[in-house]
């Protein structure tokens, strides 16, 4: 059984339970919380949002009527397409960790794109990766910050991992 609404797919299996499609209208960019203004930014893909959008959901219209804690910036790629290429990066990480040529990836919503650290940051590395994982303009390429010790240690999310001073949090959705 599917049950459809405005921004969500709700299915319910034989166990009558719900499972949630956590995609995003494709109208959306990304949100967060601007350090100097402390307001809410909500990011909008204008080319994502259609005439029959703009008639029939209130949903994007109350979004531009925000009130002065928040405000709407344009960017060029929805949350969506972000996620598909942390999903794609994510796959190729964890088949390739060690010898890759990726040290670390992460999804930068405020500048709205995807940051690959590459181990060897040259023009030859970037087409090569290209070519063969992906090719995306929503990727930012750029040297890796640290180098990573592979290890098999098992971190708590919120742990303090040493020597780098970070630690691990998990994406919310």
Excluded: H, W
């Excluded at 499609?21 to 809410?40: A, C, H, Q």
């Amino acid at each position: 059984m599917i049950k459809e609404s405005s921004n969500s797919t709700l299915r319910i299996d034989d166990n009558g339970v719900e499972e949630q499609n956590l995609d995003y209208p494709s109208y959306i960019g990304g949100f967060y919380v601007d350090n100097e203004t402390e307001k809410v930014v909500i990011q909008i893909v204008e080319n994502n949002v259609s005439a029959k959008l703009n008639n029939d959901s209130n949903l994007y219209d109350k979004i531009l009527s925000v009130d002065g804690t928040a405000e709407i910036k344009y960017v060029n790629y929805s949350l969506n397409e972000i996620n598909d290429v942390i999903n794609i990066l994510s796959s190729y990480y964890e088949e390739n960790y060690a010898d890759g040529y990726i040290d670390g990836y992460y999804d930068d919503i405020i500048n709205n794109r995807v940051v690959v650290e590459l181990r060897e940051y040259s023009d030859d590395t970037i087409n090569e990766f290209k070519r063969n994982v992906i090719d995306s303009d929503i990727i930012y390429f750029t040297s890796s910050s640290n180098t990573v010790e592979y290890s098999i240690t098992t971190y708590a999310p919120g742990q303090m991992i040493l020597p780098l001073g970070c630690s691990i949090g998990f994406r919310a959705k």
